[in-house]
């Protein structure tokens, strides 16, 4: 069975740092691997997916990169502002299972002025 | 991206009632939806997959007869809690995938409170 786990729980970093947010799981045969973003009471914002095949996305200020023969991941947000302050959650295919997610724990992250 | 529809944003209920949770696909056709929930300051978790045209597929511990799923078109799926019981009050979330790009685009959730 699937477990993915995020370190650290919750962060809070002062206004322009750059952060890292890392994801592990327990089984590296994964189709792909995606960060999504959730404010506070709401639904999810898709941020990256990376494919199996891929080491890393980019996206603006974000990159994600992966490695599966660790079952690591980490997503990088590069001169972080308060509009970033949300939880973080990275989510994995079930083992066996292209679509069906399992979800890591969330990073809370505070972005403070 | 493309837009889910999740409808209620929020719910109040007394005990014992039922209540209905929609989620629809507004730009494209989604044969598969996924329905979440959320415990506060929890990770989301897989309830159940939605199915055009047949039986939803319930992951192990989830009541089938307590969440009833029904997904009667191409861009609409329900979930409805029955006899709602205060234990049942979460944030639910829906997803419904885009099968040629392997992606999932989700609602804004549904609050439940069952008082």
């Known amino acids: 069975k699937q477990e993915v786990t995020q370190i650290p729980a919750a962060l809070s970093v002062p206004e322009g740092e750059n952060l890292v947010l890392n994801c592990s799981f ?13 404010d506070p009471g709401k639904g999810l914002t898709s941020l990256l ?12 200020r974000l990159n994600a990169s992966l490695d599966k023969s660790s079952g690591r991941s980490t997503l990088y947000i590069a001169a972080s502002q308060p509009g970033d302050s949300a939880t973080y959650l990275c989510a994995v295919p079930h083992t066996g299972t292209a679509s069906k997610l399992t979800f890591g724990t969330g990073t809370r992250l505070q972005v403070t002025l | 991206g493309a837009v ?11 005990s014992g009632t ?10 494209f ?14 990770s989301l978790m897989l309830m159940a997959t939605s199915n055009e045209g047949s039986k939803a597929t319930y992951e192990q511990g989830v009541e089938k007869d307590k969440f009833l799923i029904n997904h009667a078109s191409l861009t609409l799926s329900t979930l409805t809690v029955t006899s ?14 885009w099968v040629a790009k392997n992606i999932q685009y989700f609602g804004a959730g549904t609050r439940l409170s069952v008082l």
């Open chain 2, 29 to 42: 056709q989604a044969t598969t939806m996924f329905w979440y929930r959320q415990f506060p300051k929890q």
């Open chain 1, 26 to 38: 327990t089984d590296s045969a994964i189709y792909n691997l995606q960060w999504f973003r959730q």
């Open chain 2, 4 to 14: 889910v529809s999740q409808h209620p944003s929020r719910v109040i209920c007394k």
């Open chain 1, 49 to 60: 997916l990376i494919q199996s095949s891929q080491r890393e996305q980019t996206s603006g």
């Open chain 2, 84 to 97: 709602a019981h205060p234990e049942d009050s979460s944030f639910y979330i829906c997803s419904a995938l």
């Open chain 2, 18 to 27: 039922s209540v209905k949770i929609e989620c629809r696909s507004l730009d």
